[in-house]
T-cell receptor, first 113, second 117 residues
Framework: EAQVTQNPRYLITVTGKKLTVTCSQN?????MSWYRQDPGLGLRQIYY???????DKGDVPEGYKVSRKEKRNFPLILESPSPNQTSLYFC????????????FGDGTRLSIL | AQTVTQSQPEMSVQEAETVTLSCTYD???????LFWYKQPPSRQMILVIR??????QNATENRFSVNFQKAAKSFSLKISDSQLGDTAMYFC??????????????FGKGTKLTVNP
């Protein structure tokens, strides 16, 4: 089954404790992206990657890192999480071709205390 | 920068009736793509329908259709014969082609739709 898998689905942690949210897709997609969703703000792009070893900032990259060492994986790293990063996070992927829709993971609810 | 505006934070409709969700966007581009995504309580983001700006014909997917008015920069979603399972947050999104495939989705803030029995 074609899917984008995020882990964990839920995480409660404390300020300053490094964490990683994993994202994996099994569709051989070139393009992957991370979004955060906050009430009243919709989804905003954090980082994206057009292929292995090619990443770039989205609209709200501060406080986040990403890597793309393999085509299927695109982890989101919070080196020193802060309470303002409490949010719902989505990973998405799509194949090349602008008309192709993005496939979303099921989301990760992060709470930073 | 492109912006997407959904002016209705919440809406409700009776089961089996028709409802229209509004979306306007701001762009100076002539070639772009528009999408409606559905987010049910399960939090999944599900693509409902998409429209290419160069196509004049409005997209349709079963009970879902759009009214795309390019000159007015309007992209409304009509849901016919509403079902309880249509209860969800609906997001309108815009995508502009960029060189190298670096396109991103720009989302509106969403409209929460409740279908009442």
């Amino acid at each position: 089954e074609a899917q984008v898998t995020q882990n964990p689905r839920y995480l409660i942690t404390v300020t300053g404790k490094k964490l990683t949210v994993t994202c994996s897709q099994n569709m051989n997609h070139e393009y992957m992206s991370w979004y955060r969703q906050d009430p009243g703000l919709g989804l905003r792009q954090i980082y994206y990657s057009m292929n292995v070893e090619v990443t770039d900032k989205g609209d709200v990259p501060e406080g986040y890192k990403v890597s793309r060492k393999e085509k299927r994986n695109f982890p989101l790293i919070l080196e020193s999480p802060s309470p303002n990063q409490t949010s719902l996070y989505f990973c998405a992927s799509r194949t090349s071709g602008v008309h192709q829709p993005q496939h979303f993971g099921d989301g990760t609810r992060l709470s930073i205390l | 920068a492109q912006t997407v505006t959904q002016s209705q934070p919440e809406m409700s409709v009776q089961e089996a009736e028709t409802v229209t969700l509004s979306c306007t966007y701001d762009t100076s581009e002539s070639n772009y793509y528009l999408f409606w995504y559905k987010q049910p309580p399960s939090r999944q983001m599900i693509l409902v329908i998409r429209q290419e700006a160069y196509k004049q014909q409005n997209a349709t997917e079963n009970r879902f259709s759009v009214n795309f008015q390019k000159a007015a920069k309007s992209f409304s979603l009509k849901i016919s014969d509403s079902q309880l399972g249509d209860t969800a947050m609906y997001f309108c999104a815009f995508m502009k082609p960029r060189p190298g495939g670096s396109e991103k989705l720009v989302f509106g803030k969403g409209t929460k739709l409740t279908v009442n029995p």
